[in-house]
């Protein structure tokens, strides 16, 4: 519940960030006269690039581009344009540093080393653990609720929350996998899917903080709140892929949410007396903190470990945390609810 309401304010500065593609370096003369011949001639300095010649505005000259590239470059689509921006950027950082100058941006982003075709390799690393971690808090979660605690009658769990907490854990575990995969490689298809999964892992989470916090078990009721908000969630991921990649309204609709979340979990955990509300606010405080990671930008140390890699490598011990609270929370109602019955 803690890292819902931080990771989806997470989300939003995300959407901020992104929504800035214009950067000093792609206005750099120096490296637009060396994008310019790259298109022309196929080559970037001394690296050059088979059958690479580009117009200006990205069409081939000598016909089409899958004529051009090899078959195992396809579906990683780093064709002959952005090997043109891929090391052009490199050459001309190359060159600034032995100048003394600071890196730039080029079209959003830091300049990174690529690792076999992989766009940000510890990006992708860390998404990859922390998509182990979410499936590792989730089939553990699985496991206490039907094998450890006890069930009633019919076989269903005590514990209320048992099926929307599986919801979200499948929403954490596809929201990372897309972020590894946006991270390997930014594409417009890469971008959207990256996107509509951390909105939709927001959009839950705010669904879930609210049943959560207000205890809410009328499965009227729970459908009353939902519906409108999966509604809402679900034409904004469309607007989003089919009709305009609006980075700003995206940024509001995440923030809104975030807000909202924020504080509906500081009332609850100023309010509640759970045996495990100390995961709860180190949750809260280390996300807080994990937070400035997103807020402080900085261009990647050897070409590899930016600020949001970092963000990455610190939802690691939280998301573990944070599994072990729904867990408590999950034995605690459980307990709870069995003296009920007694």
Not at 142 to 160: D, H, S
Not at 217 to 244: C, G, K, S, W
Not at 280 to 303: K, N, R, S
Request: glycine share 6%.
């Amino acid at each position: 519940m803690a890292r819902s309401h931080w990771f989806s304010l997470l989300v939003a500065l995300s959407c901020l960030v992104r929504a800035l593609n214009a950067s000093d370096g792609d206005a750099d003369p120096v490296y637009r006269a060396c994008l310019e011949h790259c298109e022309k001639t196929g080559c970037a300095g001394e690296k050059c690039f088979q059958h690479c010649k580009f117009s200006s505005d990205g069409k081939a000259i000598d016909g089409p581009w899958y004529l051009q590239e090899p078959l195992y470059l396809k579906w990683k689509q780093w064709d002959c344009h952005s090997d043109c921006r891929y090391h052009c950027m490199l050459a001309r950082e190359e060159e600034r540093s032995q100048a003394g100058h600071k890196p730039l941006k080029y079209h959003g982003k830091w300049p990174f080393q690529r690792v076999y075709g992989i766009q940000e390799p510890v990006s992708v690393a860390l998404s990859a653990l922390n998509l182990a971690i979410q499936f590792h808090g989730w089939v553990s979660f699985f496991i206490l609720i039907y094998y450890k605690l006890p069930l009633r009658p019919n076989k269903k769990a005590f514990y209320e929350y048992t099926g929307l907490w599986h919801i979200y854990g499948l929403l954490s575990m596809n929201a990372w996998f897309w972020s590894a995969v946006f991270h390997c490689r930014d594409v417009e298809l890469t971008e959207k899917l990256d996107y509509s999964s951390a909105v939709a892992l927001l959009g839950f989470s705010l669904i879930l903080a609210i049943m959560r916090a207000f205890n809410v078990r009328d499965e009227a009721a729970r459908v009353m709140i939902a519906a409108p908000l999966i509604a809402f969630v679900t034409t904004h991921i469309l607007y989003l892929n089919f009709y305009q990649l609006d980075y700003g309204l995206n940024m509001k609709v995440c923030i809104a949410m975030s807000i909202a979340q924020l504080l509906i979990w500081a009332i609850w955990a100023g309010l509640t007396h759970h045996p495990s509300r100390w995961k709860l606010w180190a949750t809260v405080v280390g996300g807080g903190l994990a937070m400035l990671l997103e807020i402080y930008d900085f261009p990647p140390y050897w070409g590899y470990v930016d600020a949001h890699a970092l963000w990455h490598a610190t939802t690691i011990p939280l998301a573990y945390l944070w599994w072990s609270f729904v867990k408590d929370d999950a034995e605690f109602r459980t307990t709870t609810l069995l003296k009920k019955v007694k």
